[in-house]
């Protein structure tokens, strides 16, 4: 059989996925970056004197642990964009989602110290509340909520999926579609009355597990886990677009009609990864709420969704590496340009939204492969 065929075959003649592990590089660069995450940013924070240059403040650990989860949401959107071509612009929902399960949590660990200094938050104290709603009952449990981060985000993502593929909706209009619901999600959570928090959504958070969060030592922890949560969901994409399960996501994206017509059914593939992808981006949001403090239904906007979408298409989609730099580009570029010169940064996205789509649409990882894939000339 030749070498560079995509399935290998057992003793039994059936086929099996072809292994689906990195390269001894791959292994080596992801060892170095989980050292990174473990060791060099916590030293550098944590035991660097604050006046010593090597020293890594506050704000950049923030930022990076912030940028971390947007790239899990990225290498999300790959999963289904590049490797099966769908097109999502409403993943902000299933961010939100798993930020708003962990913010019942932390407004549960406040306690009675708030500002009304009720075991109620705040936010039901104000408009009146005499109890907690039905849904807000296992938000006093860490392993309900690490459960419901999960659950939450792929329920609503399979039972849209299921229903939107079952109907063979795909191409521009599932992606209108998926807007539609993120916007109507976003309506809901603004209502006071739907106990959420309406549009402050929830903050003033201060403890998770007992332990304050505003101390350098949960601030790394929450930056090490971000950080660990990314490799591993890096390592998990891997396993699954190399796998047999991963070619037949690819033939949905290249050829589905051909791939029917082979006896596949598309549907399973493509709920799998829908859900999947959803779950991601739930545990992002998970991540994100404690270290920015903060989650509100600005969070499902449509200008975030589409954001999810750009970052995967800078940093190239249907390479898994990409859209993790595209994430860690775009936010980087985001974060300096918001303070520099905050009118310029809208056009600057779209700019390069556009020139990427002209001229690298590959992306970055495009063009990285052909620089370093250069042969030189004798």
Not at 22 to 49: D, Q, S
Not at 78 to 83: C, N, Y
Not at 98 to 111: C, D, E, K, T
Request: one cysteine or more; glycine letters at 10%.
């Amino acid at each position: 059989m030749n070498n560079n065929s995509t399935l290998e075959y057992n003793t039994r003649g059936a086929p099996q996925a072809a292994a689906a592990w990195l390269t001894p590089r791959g292994w080596t660069a992801f060892i170095v970056a989980a050292l990174v995450v473990c060791a060099l940013v916590p030293v550098l924070n944590l035991l660097v004197p604050a006046d010593n240059v090597l020293h890594l403040g506050d704000y950049g650990v923030a930022l990076t642990a912030k940028i971390m989860c947007y790239a899990i949401c990225a290498l999300a959107m790959d999963l289904i964009w590049g490797f099966a071509g769908i097109l999502s612009l409403g993943h902000g929902l299933f961010f939100a989602l798993g930020g708003y399960v962990m913010g019942m949590y932390l407004m549960r660990q406040i306690g009675t110290d708030g500002q009304y200094q009720s075991a109620l938050p705040d936010f039901m104290v104000f408009l009146d509340w005499k109890a907690l709603p039905w849904f807000w009952r296992l938000s006093d449990s860490f392993a309900a909520t690490l459960a419901l981060v999960v659950l939450v985000p792929g329920a609503v993502a399979w039972v849209f999926g299921y229903f939107a593929f079952r109907s063979r909706i795909k191409g521009v209009y599932f992606s209108i579609i998926t807007q539609a619901l993120t916007y109507a999600a976003m309506l809901l959570f603004f209502r006071n009355e739907t106990g959420f928090g309406g549009n402050n959504g929830f903050t003033d958070f201060k403890r998770i597990l007992g332990v304050a969060i505003a101390t350098p030592a949960m601030r790394m922890t929450l930056f090490v886990l971000t950080g660990l949560t990314l490799l591993g969901f890096y390592l998990l994409a891997v396993w699954v677009t190399r796998s047999k399960f991963g070619r037949v996501l690819q033939a949905v994206r290249d050829a589905e009609s051909r791939l029917m017509f082979c006896g596949y059914s598309p549907l399973p593939y493509k709920l799998a990864i829908w859900t999947l992808s959803a779950v991601m981006c739930g545990v992002a949001g998970a991540l994100y709420v404690p270290q920015v403090g903060i989650i509100n239904p600005s969070e499902m906007s449509a200008a975030n969704s589409i954001e999810i979408a750009v970052w995967a298409a800078v940093g190239g989609r249907g390479s898994l590496i990409g859209p993790i730099a595209g994430a860690f580009a775009v936010n980087g570029a985001k974060s300096w340009l918001t303070v520099s010169a905050p009118e310029v940064w809208l056009y600057f996205l779209g700019a390069l939204f556009i020139a990427v789509t002209l001229f690298l649409p590959q992306g970055l990882a495009g063009l990285f492969q052909k620089i370093f894939s250069r042969k030189p000339q004798a």
